[in-house]
T-cell receptor, first 117, second 116 residues
Framework: AQKITQTQPGMFVQEKEAVTLDCTYD???????LFWYKQPSSGEMIFLIY??????QNATEGRYSLNFQKARKSANLVISASQLGDSAMYFC??????????????FGKGTLLTVNP | NAGVMQNPRHLVRRRGQEARLRCSPM?????VYWYRQLPEEGLKFMVY????????ESGMPKERFSAEFPKEGPSILRIQQVVRGDSAAYFC??????????????FGPGTRLTVL
């Protein structure tokens, strides 16, 4: 079974509008971390936001917020006030366990976001 | 504070040649990870190293691939006798020692390997 599922291969949004990128995950470990990375056309992987499984509040970083619904095992990324520079591939990733020997990131297949002017 | 450095950014090899990919972690980071991204796919874990130690190489192909992280110098991912299927983007990531404030992995810009 897929550990990370991103069901939207592509998304379109108008500049200045908000957009939600979906991510569901599958784990039996009570301790885990969820990450979102952005990959623009230039190819680098840029860390955006992190949510730990025990965090009480949804993570926020500037225009990025993570809608964490633990019971539904979803960790959707919300980008507010989209900008043209947000056009990129977005990857959701999970690390099962916290610290110690648990370190592998498992990535979804990604969502290609296009911001229209 | 310099980020994770990888070189070369692009590497072209003919079938049967060797490819050497280098990664210098962020300052203060002692953990290095290598991932491979095939076209239109997410990244897949290959190997996790600390200085002079391979901690987990469960994602590495059994043959032709090796990795090291010596006491001095960058981490090296080595692919011997490359084949066309090795064409991919190879990303290195680093993180601080376990127990420090952040366990986030920060990625380098990647090396795009093309095998002719």
């Amino acid at each position: 079974a897929q550990k990370i599922t991103q069901t939207q291969p592509g998304m379109f949004v108008q500049e200045k509008e908000a957009v939600t990128l979906d991510c569901t995950y599958d784990t039996s470990d009570p301790s885990y971390g969820l990450f979102w990375y952005k990959q623009p056309s230039s190819g680098e992987m840029i860390f955006l936001i992190y949510q730990g499984s025990y965090d009480q509040q949804n993570a926020t970083e500037g225009r990025y917020s993570l809608n964490f619904q633990k019971a539904r095992k979803s960790a959707n990324l919300v980008i507010s006030a989209s900008q043209l520079g947000d056009s990129a591939m977005y990857f959701c990733a999970m690390r099962e366990g916290l610290g110690g020997s648990n370190y592998k990131l498992t990535f979804g297949k990604g969502t290609l976001l296009t911001v229209n002017p | 504070n310099a980020g994770v450095m990888q070189n070369p950014r692009h590497l072209v090899r003919r079938r049967g040649q060797e490819a050497r990919l280098r990664c210098s972690p962020m300052k203060g980071h002692s953990h290095v990870y290598w991932y491979r991204q095939l076209p239109e796919e997410g990244l897949k874990f290959m190997v996790y190293l600390q200085k002079e130690n391979i901690i987990d190489e469960s994602g590495m192909p059994k043959e032709r691939f090796s990795a090291e992280f010596p006491k001095e110098g960058p981490s090296i991912l080595r692919i011997q006798q490359v084949v066309r299927g090795d064409s991919a983007a190879y990303f290195c990531a680093s993180s601080p020692p376990v127990g420090q404030s952040s366990d986030t992995q920060y990625f380098g810009p990647g090396t795009r390997l093309t095998v002719l």
